[in-house]
């Protein structure tokens, strides 16, 4: 185990080292999975880089993405599962190869716009928990595709203080991190990330900002993860934010309401959660955040009625333009062992270190600790320490 750690340790660093000396990156913005997303308190300090773009009057389409690859070194011999994404103990994962084309809307003016995003893992080995039924279904690999989101975007100057309008396949508006490496300060998933709320929706999405401080998200979708397909029910979104975009003082819930009970036909998931929010700027240099999410669903074969719920906290400091540290202290309760496959209270600690010397490399480094007694999910065992680091080439 200590050989692991040392390898995770000379293949984080080595990277700092060698480019110290690099450009100074581009003045840090928030960057969100979503144009409309009303911003994620954990979102990281990082600018995509783009690539290429085609320039037609005004409207620019760019062309951009990135490459992830991560180690994580672990105590576990097959699986770090219920960990979810880094699942593979002691090996090099390829987690994503992410291809965007985005034609963003033009905010800046009286009249309505219409643009387009399109977001693909081209190959990845986090397809495995981001797929949606009816859609590339039929891969059966540890690195395959997925079409992550597509959706005409929309916007309406006038409706309230600006109107943004989402239609196609979008990632789901709850939770705090997100689908793409780059939005989070840490390399692994929360298990709330992983197994409370649904990864993406199909459907059309509407955010509406009503004040500097407020804003309300309304939502219609296919369910949860299923595309045009047997099994899709209607489904309700929506969220509200109270606050203002910079997060120095901000909550916002969102809620996800379906049927709420098992597709036996189709041997579906129709899961019903609402989720809360709370981010607070301490200083210039550092911000808590806090995650709350419950959520339930009905007649599931074997096991009546499930129920989960879990609580993060997160403390980000900024070290300097170019190094951030991160922890995350989490309990998630999987009372019927239905969302995450084992049964208990799942408590993890997380801390780490995101560096990025310029514009096109970004580098990470954490170490783990994993709790649940009930169950003993990992290999048999009650608890788990991971070490993991990985490397982003933005192109």
């Known amino acids: 185990m200590i050989t692991r750690l040392l390898t995770v340790l000379f293949l984080s660093v080595g990277p700092w080292f060698s480019l110290a000396g690099a450009a100074p990156s581009a003045s840090p913005k928030e960057v969100t999975t979503e144009s409309i997303q009303i911003v994620s308190p954990t979102t990281s300090s990082i600018p995509t880089v783009e690539q290429s773009a085609v320039v037609s009057g005004r409207r620019r389409t760019a062309v951009s993405g990135w490459t992830q690859v991560s180690y994580t070194a672990s105590g576990a011999r097959q699986s770090n599962r219920p960990i979810a994404f880094n699942d593979h103990p002691n090996e090099l994962l390829l987690q994503q190869n992410w291809l965007r084309i985005d034609c963003p809307t033009q905010k800046d003016r009286d009249r309505p716009d219409v643009g387009f995003r399109s977001d693909w893992i081209l190959p990845g080995s986090d ?7 009816g859609l590339f279904n039929d891969q059966e690999c540890d690195t395959g595709v997925d079409p992550i989101s597509f959706h005409l975007d ?4 006038k409706i309230g203080q600006g109107t943004q309008i989402l239609i ?18 840490l390399c692994t998933h929360s298990y709330i990330a992983s197994y409370g709320a649904s990864y993406t929706h199909t459907g059309i999405l509407a955010n509406t900002t009503l004040s500097k401080e407020t804003a309300i998200q309304l939502g219609l979708a296919t369910g949860s993860d299923i595309f045009l397909c047997p099994g899709t029910r209607a489904t309700f979104m929506g969220s509200l934010r109270i606050g203002p975009e910079d997060l120095k003082n901000t909550g916002l819930i969102s809620l996800l309401l379906g049927p709420g009970q098992y597709d036996l036909e189709h041997e579906k998931t129709n899961i019903n959660v609402v989720d809360a929010l709370y981010a607070r700027q ?17 007649d599931v074969p074997d096991l009546k009625d499930t129920h989960w719920s879990g609580f993060a906290a997160y403390a980000n400091y900024q070290l300097s333009e170019k190094l951030s540290c991160c922890t995350r ?5 999987d009372q019927s062992g239905y969302m995450s496959g084992s049964i208990g209270v799942h408590q993890e600690v997380t801390t780490g270190l995101c560096y990025r010397p310029g514009k096109r490399l970004q580098t990470r480094i ?14 048999g065992r009650s608890e788990l320490l991971t070490a993991t680091t990985d490397v982003l080439f933005f192109w």
């Open 127 to 133: 397809y495995r928990y981001v797929q949606a039924r």
């Open 154 to 157: 929309l916007f309406f100057p």
């Open 168 to 185: 196609g396949r979008f990632p789901s508006i709850q939770g705090t991190e997100t689908i793409d490496a780059p939005g989070n300060r």
């Open 282 to 298: 301490i200083s210039r240099r550092l911000s808590l955040n806090f995650e709350a999410i419950y959520g339930y669903q009905d």
């Open 329 to 333: 202290i989490e309990a998630f309760d």
């Open 366 to 379: 954490e170490v783990r600790y994993d709790r649940c007694p009930e169950s003993a999910p990992y290999e």
